[in-house]
């Protein structure tokens, strides 16, 4: 249940078919469990690994303390339907939008959800003097993938993550060895130290 609070520039309108209206405001702070939920359920491990790994608390915390202005929530009916996360990228030349999350409830896609958060940051964006968009997400995540290109994304480049279990490393080998050698001379002092009396 959202609390009621002061909307940004409501912009409730109708979903296609369905009648509920879609309200696009800031996020406010009891946003904050809901959204990092909502996102659990969207960003699983089975389906995008990388969102799932670096998808936690922080990022919605994070987000809200740095870029209040690019945290944005579509609520229908009372209930958070999606939200978008956003900051902007100074460089001497542009000045990038870069939209790092986005989810719509499972009930509520496929109605202009997505649709009306990306509308709405790309416009206070670009009233911020950006003038590049950036993008990223799992190359199996077919949805994400059209919606951007609908959008009006494209150049797609491919960009590779390797990774390393660092358990087979020899840092850590070492580590683990120093601790178990640790717990062990503690045990033995332990029993070289002479009952205490009751
Ligand atoms: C991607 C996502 C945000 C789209 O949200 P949405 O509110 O359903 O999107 P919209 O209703 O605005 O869709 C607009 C268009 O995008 C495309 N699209 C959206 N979802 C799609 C899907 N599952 N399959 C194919 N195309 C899709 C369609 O072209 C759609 O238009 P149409 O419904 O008229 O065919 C949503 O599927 C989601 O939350 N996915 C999981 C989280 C995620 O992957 N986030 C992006 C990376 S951070």
């Not at 509920?20 to 089975?46: C, K, N, Q, W």
């Not at 719509?104 to 509308?119: H, I, P, T």
């Amino acid at each position: 249940m959202v609390n009621s609070r002061k909307t940004d520039s409501p912009e409730s309108q109708a979903l296609g078919s369905n009648s509920a209206a879609v309200i696009i405001r800031d996020m406010a702070i009891d946003d904050l469990a809901p959204i990092y939920h909502l996102g659990e359920e969207l960003f699983t491990s089975d389906l995008y690994p990388y969102l799932y790994r670096t998808w936690d608390e922080w990022e919605v915390i994070g987000l809200y303390n740095t870029d209040p202005e690019y945290c944005l929530v579509a609520e229908i009916e009372e209930q958070v339907a999606g939200f978008v996360l956003g900051t902007v990228i100074s460089k001497a030349s542009w000045i990038y939008g870069y939209i790092i999350w986005l989810g719509v409830n499972a009930k509520f896609q496929r109605r202009g959800v997505a649709d009306r958060l990306v509308d709405k940051i790309v416009e206070r964006m670009i009233e911020e003097g950006v003038r590049f968009m950036l993008v990223d997400t799992d190359p199996t995540n077919a949805a994400a993938v059209k919606f951007f290109t609908r959008k009006g994304f494209g150049n797609i480049r491919k960009h590779i993550f390797l990774s390393m279990n660092l358990s087979k490393h020899e840092q850590y080998g070492r580590l683990v060895a120093y601790e178990r050698d640790k717990a062990e001379r503690a045990g033995k002092r332990r029993s070289r130290r002479p009952a205490s009396n009751p």
